[in-house]
C-alpha cells in the first residue's frame, strides 16, 4: 500500500531527494530517458487461436478507437496509436506516475494460414479484439478411425 504524504520544501527529506534525482541528470545517465521514458507505452497483449480464427487482445485503457490504426502490408498486421496524456493542472503537484502515456506500435507476421480478406476488428471496453479467420486447410481435420 502506498501512502501519499504532503512534503514541504524545507524537509531533510525532500533535499535528499533532490540531491539523489540531480545526480541522474548528469550525461552518464542519459540513456535513461529511453529506458524509462514515460511514452514508452505498450498495450499488454494476449493471442489465442481454436479450431477456426487466431485471437488478438490487447489492453487499451483511456484510448478512443479513433486513435488506433489497424494496417495489414505484406503479411504483418500492425496495430499502432497513441495515448493522449491527460492535460496538466499548473494547481497539482504530481506525487507519484504509473500510467504510461504516448505512441504505440505492435507487429505481428500473418501466416498463409490466415484469410486476410476476412480479418475483422472491434474494440469495447478499452479492449481491441482482432480476429483472424484460418484458411479452410489450416483447420485440423478430425477423423474418427472405427475400431474392427
Same mark, same amino acid.
Given at each position: 500500500m502506498k501512502n501519499l504524504i504532503k512534503f514541504r520544501k524545507d524537509d531533510d527529506?525532500?533535499?535528499i531527494s533532490d540531491t539523489f534525482r540531480s545526480i541522474f541528470d548528469h550525461p552518464f545517465f542519459s540513456f535513461r530517458n529511453e529506458l524509462f521514458n514515460v511514452?514508452?507505452?505498450s498495450?499488454?497483449?494476449r493471442i489465442t487461436e481454436d479450431r477456426d480464427n487466431f485471437y488478438i487482445y490487447m489492453e487499451m485503457p483511456g484510448i478512443s478507437?479513433? @486513435? *488506433? %490504426?489497424i494496417t495489414?502490408?505484406?503479411d504483418t498486421l500492425t496495430i499502432s496509436g497513441v495515448k493522449k496524456q491527460q492535460q496538466k493542472s499548473e494547481d497539482a503537484n504530481l506525487i507519484m506516475n504509473e500510467i504510461y502515456y504516448g505512441e504505440f506500435c505492435?507487429?505481428?507476421?500473418?501466416?498463409? @494460414? *490466415? %484469410?486476410?480478406?476476412a480479418i475483422e476488428a472491434n474494440f469495447k471496453d478499452g479492449v481491441l479484439s482482432i480476429t483472424l479467420?484460418?484458411?479452410?486447410e489450416a483447420k485440423p481435420v478430425v477423423?474418427?478411425?472405427k475400431v474392427k
Open positions: 527529506l525532500f533535499n511514452s514508452n507505452y498495450p499488454r497483449t478507437k479513433d @486513435d *488506433v %490504426k495489414l502490408e505484406n505492435r507487429s505481428f507476421n500473418v501466416s498463409k @494460414d *490466415v %484469410k486476410t480478406d479467420p484460418k484458411v479452410e477423423k474418427e478411425i
